[in-house]
């Protein structure tokens, strides 16, 4: 069998020492059988690695934006751009089905330079004049946090998963901790660096979440389409939707 194949720039462009070019068949009966397996999204590396034509690709060196993306252009090359979806208009509160089209879509791919620079990380400078870095995670990062929650959940060892999560991301992201003071703590440990975190200023904090903020990349999901009821212009998000993988037309 001859299937459809096409390559595609990866938005993250080796920010992580990943691929800068991906090329995927389309999907087949293969592929359906992981759809029916868990629904997270785990599904979604699965499906793209199983679609891959190239072999070698270290998905852990991708980002998650990376495999949103993949998901959205293997989904093109499968069954074309459009698919139906439900959405309820914001000015008067019409639910209708649009059409969306995945081609309205705008992909965001680092330029060499962003991508280098956020290799490197960026260093923000605290209200105590300590110099903190801060490098994005990878797909292989989250996927790694996710099975440290997971497990520790299952061992009743988190009095609460959430906030846990939201530290032990912002710790992996904190590549280094150069403090002003010195200090007898080893703040490589995951451990330490989030005691560390836990007693900083909230706009200090601040600073550490919006370090990387100037580094959007990846699929621009936002659509504009007319509300049929109101005629004014709604912003709409393109979901995966079960029309996304299963068109019913
Ligand atoms: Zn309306």
Same mark, same amino acid.
């Given at each position: ?10 938005? =993250?462009? @080796? ?7 991906? =090329? ?17 999204? =785990? ?7 199983s679609c891959c ?35 309820? $208009? ?5 639910? /209708? ?14 330029? &060499? ?14 209200? &105590? ?21 997971? =497990? ?9 998963? /959430? ?11 904190? &590549? ?22 836990? /007693? ?17 990349? @990846?699929?621009n999901r936002n659509?504009?389409?007319? $509300?049929? &009821? ?20």
């Amino acid at each position: 069998m001859k299937y459809l194949e096409k390559s595609f720039k990866v938005p =993250s462009n @080796g920010v992580f020492g990943g691929p800068k070019k991906v =090329s995927l068949r389309e999907m087949t009966t293969r592929e359906e059988k992981i759809l029916l397996g868990t629904r997270d999204f =785990s599904v979604f590396e699965r499906l793209v690695k199983s679609c891959c034509v190239d072999e070698d690709i270290e998905f852990d060196k991708l980002s998650n934006a990376d495999i949103m993306y993949l998901t959205f252009m293997l989904r093109e090359l499968t069954y074309g751009p459009e698919y139906i979806q439900e959405v309820t $208009c914001p000015h008067c509160g019409r639910t /209708q089905e649009v059409t969306i089209n995945i081609n309205e879509m705008e992909p965001k791919v680092l330029t &060499n330079e962003e991508a280098k620079k956020l290799a490197d990380g960026v260093t923000v400078t605290l209200s &105590n004049n300590d110099k903190i870095t801060v490098n994005m995670l990878s797909a292989g990062d989250a996927a790694r946090i996710d099975r440290v929650i997971k =497990s520790k959940t299952k061992q009743n060892r988190l009095k609460d998963p /959430q906030s846990y999560e939201m530290m032990l991301r912002l710790a992996t992201s904190v &590549n280094n901790i150069e403090t002003e003071e010195p200090t007898d703590i080893d703040l490589t440990e995951t451990e330490n660096k989030i005691a560390y975190i836990e /007693q900083l200023r909230m706009r200090d904090l601040a600073l550490i979440q919006n370090a990387l903020n100037e580094f959007d990349f @990846g699929l621009n999901r936002n659509i504009y389409r007319e $509300c049929e &009821n109101c005629g004014d212009d709604m912003e709409v998000v393109g979901y995966i939707v079960p029309e996304f993988f299963h068109p019913s037309k």
